[in-house]
């Protein structure tokens, strides 16, 4: 269960960053940039973001496991339950573990300013972060700001509900395809050959 939090850590970075550090950002720029930040409340907003996408992955998760028990027709009634049952828990304490280790031990909302200065530097012009902040400062722009994790995690666990049938089929045929190359490639065995066994006949005294 840890890999798919720590594929979300790397998600969220890949959406704010982009870039190597820029080694000409201006003050000018740089207070723009500062002024941007601070009327989108970015650090709030990415530890937001981050609670609802780990949510959001421990849900999907748990439904793709339950799915595949419960197609698992070796299974009784009770023990595809009890396997069940597990499969939330466990979900649920990897992502409250994660989430408590995480914290513990990286400053998330400063990483993700830092690397914030960095694109707004290189994507924005000095006009073009005048026009964003007007825009955050009106009705619509703070409500985009207030709604932006919420929309986000909706937006992403309604792609998944709609994605998600359609991409077991085809993992389950690629698995089962890799499998059948795999087997064809390793060498065959050729059986052992046998000795027939000779029986002692008893001389005659």
């Known amino acids: 269960m ?8 790397v998600s969220i970075l890949l959406l704010l960053s982009t870039s190597a550090a820029s080694q000409d950002l201006g003050a ?13 409340d970015i650090k709030k907003n990415a530890d937001a973001i981050r609670n609802a996408l780990s949510v959001q992955i421990e849900k999907d998760v748990s439904a793709m496991l339950n799915r595949i028990i419960g197609q698992d ?23 409250e573990r994660f989430n408590r280790l995480f914290s513990e031990r990286v400053n998330y909302p ?3 300013e830092e690397v914030s ?12 972060l005048k026009d964003l902040i007007a825009f955050y400062k009106t009705p619509v722009g703070q409500k985009t700001i207030r709604i932006m994790p919420d ?20 993992i389950k045929e690629i698995v089962e395809e890799e499998t059948k190359t ?8 050729t059986p052992a050959a046998t000795t027939p066994k000779t029986q002692n006949k008893r001389r005659p005294k």
């Open 117 to 128: 200065y960095e694109v707004y530097d290189k994507y924005y012009t000095l006009d073009e």
């Open 73 to 95: 027709t070796q299974l009784t009634k009770q023990e595809r339950e009890e396997l069940q049952q597990k499969v939330g828990e466990n979900a649920r304490k990897s992502r």
């Open 2 to 9: 840890k890999k798919p939090f720590l594929c979300l850590s």
């Open 28 to 40: 000018d720029k740089k207070t723009l940039i500062r002024e941007l930040l601070v009327i989108m």
């Open 110 to 112: 400063q990483l993700v």
């Open 182 to 189: 795999i087997q064809e490639s390793l060498p065959k065995r």
């Open 151 to 170: 929309l986000f995690a909706e937006s992403m666990a309604k792609t998944n509900e709609r994605l998600q049938p359609r991409l077991e089929p085809l």
